[in-house]
């Protein structure tokens, strides 16, 4: 009887891990090889389709209530259900707060095949480096918030990346004494990684497109001191905040995406937008998309993340969030969904040997062709308290992991850009290892009007997915009778 109850506990435990685990396989960190990302099973070249992700803008994430965008699991399923029906495959988060427990937020994303790209810093009082006064906001303080940020994002394995500025060089004023300082905080970040993490996290800059220092910009954070690859204080990655193309008539030339491709055709750590989409004409045509993804920009650029998924005062956004919870698609959500239908995917995984083993550039002062912009590469030591916080790592650190996932429904109502109700919207799971792909149809929920609640049109792949929960679920109960019969 003893044994009989003791079996049956560990095959239950077991039926309740089997039934688990297809939510709680994952996706492949995507590491980061000359000026590619690859994913590290497949070894395939990985193209960021992406969206900036900051629900209610900065004030997203306040100091008081603690929310970010990735502490609500039901408002992060809402959006990653539309986010998979609209064919992306990362997202960019601003300002996360390093405490807030974003474990559900996590694993739907990874569930769906979204990785994330994570900014350390915020617009908080002490929590970004001051473009006036680096050195007095350079503090251990300082590094024990972007530490962390590490702590509560690195051990999911969509965590693509980490911004370690955004926008820090952003006129003239300011290239004269910050551009060591990124370095610096790059050097942290990544040395506190490498102690602290159980794999690399590429680590980069976010750039705005102020053409005179662009290029000085990025040759001084993609160099090597020394010549030395290894070189802590180099970015893993380069992101490019750009909206040259404008409207339907802009081209590949027009739009100067030709001469940013001329310009980054050496680079040797991957280039891609860490913001696109002009809103100079409404609704937005996302033409770029065709010329980003396909065969002129590939070869150099690694994707991009349109600006961004939700409406704010700017009017940049995808879709209408309503203060009920409820959304309305816009008409830009639909033309960038077909825009990404059209991409040949094929393409975005095939990657070139060449660009593979590329090597960086020596760092040098002849690199920097801007007049005024800072040329030294000696970079500020890490300041006082700040080593004893990567030797040791930071006080009661929360420390994310992927959870079950057992929700997949969309409870708010949610509409079409045609006013109609969508039902029947939910995530699909997708197989392990695979990040979410445009998918030349809805994997989701029709804005018909009718009720097709429960019955989701699925892609092959969540078809797929779903079947194996089937078999599991189906295993689970055999084995349960089996034991239940003993
Ligand atoms: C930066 O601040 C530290 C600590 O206050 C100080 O020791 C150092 O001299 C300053 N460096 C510069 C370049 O101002
Ligand atoms: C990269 O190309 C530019 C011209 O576009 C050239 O000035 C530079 O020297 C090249 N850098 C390397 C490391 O080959
Ligand atoms: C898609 O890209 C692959 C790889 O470059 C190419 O061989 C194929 O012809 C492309 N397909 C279409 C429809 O353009
Ligand atoms: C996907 O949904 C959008 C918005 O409801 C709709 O306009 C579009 O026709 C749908 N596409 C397909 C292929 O069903």
């Keep these: ?62 100091g008081k209530s603690g929310n ?13 259900a539309l986010m998979q029906r609209l064919g992306i495959n990362a997202i960019r988060v601003y300002n996360v707060n390093p405490s807030a427990n974003h474990d559900m937020c996590a694993s739907i994303f990874n569930a769906v095949g979204i990785y994330m790209i994570v900014d350390v810093n915020s617009p908080l009082d002490g929590e970004s480096l001051s473009r006036v006064d680096p050195n007095s906001t350079y503090t251990a303080d300082y590094l024990n918030r972007i530490f962390g940020v590490v702590e509560a994002f690195k051990g999911y394995p969509n965590t693509l990346g980490f911004f370690g500025g955004n926008e820090v060089i952003n006129d003239m004023s300011n290239i004269k004494i910050i551009p060591p300082y990124i370095r610096a905080v790059t050097r942290d970040l990544k040395q506190y990684i490498a102690k602290h993490s159980t794999r690399p996290i590429p680590v980069g800059y976010s750039a705005a497109d102020v053409r005179p220092i662009l290029f000085s910009t990025w040759e001084y954070f993609q160099c090597a001191i020394d010549g030395d690859a290894n070189d802590p204080t180099r970015s893993d990655f ?11 008539d802009a081209t590949f030339q027009s739009s100067t995406y030709a001469d940013l491709v001329q310009r980054f055709s050496n680079t040797s750590n991957p280039v891609f937008f860490s913001e696109y989409g002009c809103n100079k004409q409404s609704p937005r045509p996302f033409n770029e998309v065709q010329a980003l993804y396909g065969p002129d920009m590939t070869g150099v650029f690694s994707g991009g993340l349109v600006y961004e998924y939700s409406e704010e005062p700017s009017n940049y956004g995808l879709v209408n969030i309503n203060s009920d919870g409820s959304v309305r698609l816009l008409q830009d959500y639909d033309n960038l969904q ?32 801007s007049p005024d912009f800072y040329s030294k590469f000696d970079i500020p030591d890490i300041p006082s308290g700040g080593q004893q916080l990567i030797d040791n790592g930071v006080k009661n650190p929360n420390q994310g992991k992927l959870i079950p996932v057992t929700d997949t429904k969309v409870t708010q109502k949610v509409e079409g850009s045609n006013g109609l109700v969508i039902n029947g919207l939910a ?58 019969g003993l």
Aim: charged share 15%.
């Design 1 to 62: 009887m003893v044994s009989s109850m003791f079996m049956r506990a560990i095959v239950q435990f077991l039926s309740l891990q089997l039934l688990f685990i297809r939510y709680t396989l994952s996706v492949r960190p995507i590491e980061v090889k000359g000026s590619e990302f690859i994913n590290s099973a497949s070894k395939d070249r990985f193209h960021i389709v992406g969206v900036a992700y900051q629900p209610g803008g900065s004030s997203g994430y306040d």
């Design 68 to 80: 970010d965008p990735l502490s609500d699991s039901s408002v992060c399923l809402r959006d990653a």
């Design 238 to 248: 380069f992101g490019l905040n750009s909206y040259s193309w404008c409207g339907s």
């Design 338 to 369: 077909q825009q990404y239908n059209k991409l040949n995917i094929t393409l975005l995984t095939s990657g070139d040997p060449g660009d593979a083993a590329v090597t960086p550039p020596k760092c040098d002062a002849s690199l920097i062709d």
């Design 427 to 484: 995530i699909q799971p997708l197989p392990d290892d695979q990040s979410n792909t445009p998918s030349g149809k809805n994997t989701s929920g029709e804005a018909t009007g009718t009720s097709t609640a429960g019955n989701p049109k699925s892609t092959k792949k969540g078809a797929g997915s779903r079947d194996e929960l089937t078999w599991i679920m189906l295993g689970t109960f055999v084995g349960s009778a089996l034991v239940w």
